[in-house]
C-alpha cells in the first residue's frame, strides 16, 4: 500500500501524482512496462471515445472521455521523463511557444478580421515553423497515422492552394467516373484490385471537397445507416420464424427496399 491522501475531489496536480505512483519501480506491474508502442492504440481510442462525446453533446461522457484522453497525455510524457529525453514542462513549453507564434494577430503586430484570414496566416507560419520549403514538404508532414479519408483531404487541400485543383466538381465527378470504370476492368482481370478502389476512394473525397463534406463523417453516416436498415431487416425476418441465410438475394433485397423507404418517410 502506498502513501496517498485520498480526497472528496481530485485536481490535476493529484493526476500527475496518481500517475508517477503507478509508474514507479514498486507501482502497478502493468503502467511500468507500458511503452508509446504499446499503449497507442489505447491513446488513439481514447481519443475517438472523446470524440463520440462531442458528437452525442454528452457533458457527462465529455467529462469521462477528456479525463481518460488528458490522462493518456500525461502518461505518455511519463515514459519520456522516466527515459530522461524531455518532461512535462518542456511540453507546456513548446505548445506554449507554438501558439505565441502562430498567433501573431493576438500577440504581434499582424492583423486578421476573419477565421479565414487565420487559417491562412496558420498555414504559412506552419510552413516556415516547420522549414517546409515546398507544398510536398507541407503535404508530406501530414500524418501517415490518421484515418486515410483525413489524411486524403489534407493532402488535397494542400495541392488544391497551390494551384492542383478541378475547376468545379464536374471535373471531380469525371475523375471519379474514370477511376470506377478502371476500378471495373480491375475486377474483371483480376488484377490491381486494392490500388484501384483506393483511386476510386481518394477520387470520391475529392468530390466531398467540392461539395464541403467531410469524407470520414460521410461515411460514418452512411455505416449508421447502413446498421439501422439491417437491424430493420433481421428484425423482420425474424419475426417470420426463419434465418437471413435461408432467403434469397431477391428477398433480402426486397426486406432491404423496404426498410429503406420506411427510414425515408
Known amino acids: 500500500m502506498v502513501h496517498f491522501e485520498k480526497k472528496a475531489n481530485y485536481d490535476f496536480d493529484d493526476l500527475i501524482s496518481i500517475l508517477r505512483i503507478l509508474r514507479a519501480p514498486d507501482g502497478c506491474p502493468w503502467d511500468r512496462v507500458q511503452t508509446h508502442l504499446s499503449n497507442r492504440r ?34 505518455n510524457v511519463h515514459m519520456e521523463e522516466d527515459a530522461g529525453r ?3 514542462s518542456d511540453v507546456t513549453d513548446h505548445i506554449c511557444r507554438k501558439l505565441i507564434f502562430r498567433h501573431p494577430h493576438i500577440f504581434g503586430n499582424e492583423h486578421a478580421e476573419t477565421g479565414e484570414e487565420v487559417l491562412i496566416n496558420w498555414d504559412q507560419l506552419k510552413r516556415e515553423e516547420k522549414g517546409q520549403k515546398t507544398t510536398a514538404d507541407a503535404m508530406d508532414s501530414v500524418a501517415r497515422s490518421l484515418p486515410a479519408l483525413w489524411r486524403a483531404d489534407k493532402l488535397q487541400g494542400k495541392a488544391a492552394k497551390a494551384g492542383f485543383e478541378f475547376a468545379d466538381v464536374h471535373g471531380a465527378l469525371d475523375k471519379l467516373e474514370e477511376e470506377v470504370a478502371e476500378l471495373r476492368t480491375a475486377v474483371l482481370d483480376q488484377t ?9 476512394l481518394f477520387a470520391a473525397v475529392k468530390v466531398g471537397r467540392f461539395c464541403d463534406v467531410d469524407p470520414e463523417q460521410a461515411l460514418h453516416k452512411t455505416c449508421e445507416k447502413f446498421l439501422n436498415r439491417f437491424r430493420k431487416v433481421e428484425q423482420t425476418v425474424n419475426a417470420q420464424g426463419t434465418a437471413m441465410d435461408k432467403l434469397s438475394l431477391s ?10 423507404y420506411e427510414s425515408d418517410d
Open 42 to 75: 489505447n491513446f488513439l481510442e481514447e481519443a475517438y471515445e472523446a470524440a463520440e462525446a462531442f458528437d452525442r453533446d454528452d457533458p457527462d461522457m465529455m467529462c469521462e472521455e477528456l479525463g481518460d484522453v488528458l490522462m493518456q497525455v500525461l502518461f
Open 86 to 88: 524531455f518532461t512535462f
Open 192 to 200: 490491381n484490385f486494392e490500388e484501384e478502389l483506393g483511386d476510386v
Open 251 to 260: 428477398e433480402l433485397t426486397a426486406l432491404w427496399d423496404a426498410a429503406k
